[in-house]
C-alpha cells in the first residue's frame, strides 16, 4: 500500500537560514511523482515543487530544492533563506493514480 | 491559471441535515478530488473521480456521497450529517497524465452542531 510519512509535525527556523523537511514514501511502483505542497493560515493548498521519479536530477524552484533518494523512498525539502512568508503547514505527497499525502509539518520562521 | 471553487468557505450545519459540498474546476480536468483535513491526521481521501459519472472510494468513504454528472462539477454528499463530520473539507482537480498537479479550492470548513 502507498504511505507517505513525515515525521516532523513541527519544526522552527531562524529567518535567513535554512531548513530540510524530511518525507519517506512507500510503493512498489517505478514511476510515480512527488510533491511538496504549502498550506499558509490563509488555507489554499499550493504546489511548492514537483519530482518525477523517472528523473535523477533533483528539481529545484528558487529557494526551494529537493532532495530525492528513490532507492531509499526519500523526498526532502530544503528551504533555503527561510522568509517570514515560508510559515505554513507543508505536506509531502505521491501520485499513482491518485494523490497520498503525509501528514503534514507545521513551519515556524522566526524573525 | 486553473481555478478550483468550493461553494462555500464557511457551513453551519445541524445533526441530520443533508449536506451538499459544491466544487468546479475549470481546466478540463479528469481528476477531481474530495479530501477531509483534521489536524494531525493530515489529509484522507473520502471520493476521486477520474471520468463524468465514475467514481471510486477512498480510505474514508462511510458517511458520504458524490456526484459528478459534469465534467466540471464534483459534489461532495453528507446523507445524514453527524457531529463527528465537523471537518475541513477540501476539493482538488487534476490532469488524469501528462504534467500531473493537484490544485485545490479554497476549503470549506463544516461545522455540524
Known amino acids: 500500500a502507498q504511505t507517505v510519512t513525515q515525521s516532523q509535525p513541527e519544526m522552527s527556523v531562524q529567518e535567513a537560514e535554512t531548513v530540510t523537511l524530511s518525507c519517506t514514501y512507500d510503493?512498489?511502483?517505478?514511476?510515480?511523482?512527488l510533491f511538496w505542497y504549502k498550506q499558509p493560515p490563509s488555507r489554499q493548498m499550493i504546489l511548492v515543487i514537483r519530482q518525477e521519479a523517472y528523473k535523477q536530477q533533483n528539481a529545484t524552484e528558487n529557494r526551494f530544492s529537493v532532495n530525492f533518494q528513490k532507492a531509499a523512498k526519500s523526498f526532502s525539502l530544503k528551504i533555503s533563506d527561510s522568509q517570514l512568508g515560508d510559515a505554513a503547514m507543508y505536506f509531502c505527497?505521491?501520485?499513482?493514480?491518485?494523490?497520498?499525502f503525509g501528514t503534514g509539518t507545521s513551519l515556524t520562521v522566526i524573525p | 491559471d486553473v481555478k478550483v471553487t468550493q461553494s462555500s468557505r464557511y457551513l453551519v450545519k445541524r445533526t441530520g441535515e443533508k449536506v451538499f459540498l459544491e466544487c468546479v474546476q475549470d481546466m478540463d480536468h479528469e481528476n477531481m478530488f474530495w479530501y477531509r483535513q483534521d489536524p494531525g491526521l493530515g489529509l484522507r481521501l473520502i471520493y476521486f473521480s477520474y471520468d463524468v459519472k465514475m467514481k471510486e472510494k477512498g480510505d474514508i468513504p462511510e458517511g458520504y456521497s458524490v456526484s459528478r454528472e459534469k465534467k466540471e462539477r464534483f459534489s461532495l454528499i453528507l446523507e445524514s450529517a453527524s457531529t463527528n463530520q465537523t471537518s475541513m473539507y477540501l476539493c482538488?482537480?487534476?490532469?488524469?497524465?501528462?504534467?500531473?498537479?493537484?490544485?485545490f479550492g479554497q476549503g470549506t470548513r463544516l461545522t455540524v452542531v
Open positions: 510503493t512498489s511502483e517505478s514511476d510515480y511523482y
Open positions: 505527497a505521491l501520485y499513482e493514480n491518485q494523490f497520498y
Open positions: 482538488a482537480s487534476s490532469l488524469f497524465q501528462g504534467v500531473v498537479e493537484a490544485f
